[in-house]
């Protein structure tokens, strides 16, 4: 540490160094591609949808839509890490990469055509949106390990930032073309002529996502190669390559003292991402049933987040760079309580919509420079299975937030509900205080 600030670059070569612009073009790509996922199913347009019309009313809705969300994250906090580790063992990354990407491309596609009203329609839409997001979430292991091949140590943060906020343009150039292609703005009709029986223009959406998302992740998926090479050789069977990965997994736990800071961070990490996510899970349902916004509405509030939340992450991530991934989570996490708070005890449609705009300026950067922090820590040759453990730290106990919000939705109402994410950010950040982000990086450096 200099001056209470971490050193992040000690060697001047490092710092020299210049990224591969291609790769890294292919990289933040894959951001702008698999963000229309994030934004219109889990998020906003399907999530809100969802609420509305497969169950008897939103609060229903919600509890049936947090019960989704907690599943997968039990799913993926499973198994990220052992296929992680499998990943690490073989060296090929990109296989796992692209299996995980076109499964949750499949499943969200599929989507469109479960009609609300049916006899077993709320267990089939649920099914379906727990294999889209567990696809996701396991390709993002995968792609969030390949940001310190792409990047120097010099320009993770700001790689990280700029992956993020092309992420969150993404979004919104999806959001807009949702609100203006399918469900219509205003008196203004949509570009597409699609049926609105049951919602069906709504629903299409999701072909919208699926498409998207396959296009532009061809690049990451066609041109960024692996670069770290096998731990050993394959074993033969997909089953020998488990019980191998599990065998990596106790290893690493055995010696997992020695990586302290890694477990403060991904232990805090685990906190107050738990908020985020119940956060961005159910900002739309909030809107929507608290509110009283419409689809059309619920998308505008969207697009809104999506640009500040897009500058938040770009301009922060050039802080990153200066300050560390650790300041910079701090600095979000305070943000994001009050413009909670303030979302939370707003009466009025106008000062929540403030809030919550404001709040965008920091969901990207929590969530960037927790990336980049992680791709600093985790060392070389173990950053799938590294990534893995983050990835289960963003899901391991993710269901607490969606199970208490739906929980106490369902005695209190809304507003009471998404109350809860404020403990999640405050006893998060008094956990990351504890992180030393020079000590974590020299410790990485150590590891062969």
Request: glycine share 12%.
């Amino acid at each position: 540490m200099v001056g209470g600030r971490a050193v992040l670059n000690p060697d001047a070569s490092a710092s020299t160094a210049v990224p591969d612009r291609k790769s890294v073009a292919s990289w933040c790509l894959y951001d702008w591609a698999n963000s229309a996922f994030t934004t219109l199913v889990v998020t906003f347009v399907y999530a809100t949808y969802f609420t509305q019309t497969f169950a008897e009313n939103a609060d229903r809705g919600t509890v049936l839509w947090s019960r989704g969300v907690t599943v997968s994250s039990l799913i993926i906090a499973l198994v990220s890490p052992v296929l992680g580790a499998m990943a690490d063992r073989s060296g090929l990354r990109r296989p796992f990469l692209a299996a995980a990407t076109l499964i949750s491309i499949a499943a969200t596609a599929w989507l469109t055509f479960i009609v609300p009203g049916g006899g077993n329609a709320v267990l089939a839409a649920l099914t379906l949106f727990v294999v889209a997001n567990v696809g996701f979430e396991v390709g993002m292991v995968f792609y969030n390990a390949f940001l310190p091949q792409v990047a120097t140590p010099a320009s993770i943060g700001r790689i990280s930032g700029i992956g993020w906020g092309i992420g969150y343009a993404g979004g919104l150039v999806s959001l807009a073309l949702a609100l203006l292609g399918l469900v219509g703005l205003g008196d203004a009709p949509p570009w597409v002529s699609l049926s609105t029986e049951d919602g069906f223009n709504v629903r299409a959406s999701n072909l919208l996502v699926a498409g998207w998302f396959l296009l532009f992740s061809l690049p990451m998926l066609l041109l960024v190669r692996d670069r770290v090479a096998a731990r050993s050789a394959p074993p033969a069977g997909f089953a020998a390559s488990i019980g191998k990965a599990f065998r990596d997994l106790q290893r690493t736990f055995a010696r997992i003292r020695d990586f302290r800071d890694i477990v403060r961070f991904l232990l805090a990490r685990l906190v107050y991402n738990d908020g985020l996510i119940t956060m961005m899970a159910f900002g739309g349902v909030y809107a929507a049933g608290t509110f009283g916004m419409d689809t059309g509405e619920v998308i505008l509030f969207a697009i809104s987040i999506n640009v500040t939340a897009g500058l938040g992450a770009f301009l922060f991530g050039l802080v990153d760079d200066r300050v560390g991934g650790r300041t910079t989570v701090l600095w979000s996490l305070v943000g994001l309580f009050l413009c909670t708070l303030v979302a939370i005890v707003a009466t009025s449609k106008v000062l929540f919509w403030v809030a919550v705009v404001v709040s965008g300026l920091f969901i990207g950067p929590t969530q960037s420079a927790s990336r980049s922090l992680m791709a600093r820590f985790a060392p070389k040759r173990y950053e799938s299975e590294f990534f893995g453990f983050f990835a289960f730290s963003g899901k391991a106990t993710a269901f607490l937030g969606p199970l208490l919000l739906g929980l106490i939705t369902a005695g209190h109402g809304q507003r009471a509900g998404v109350s809860v994410v404020l403990g999640f950010f405050l006893v998060g950040g008094l956990l990351l205080l504890r992180v030393d982000e020079a000590r974590g990086m020299r410790r990485a450096e150590g590891v062969t």
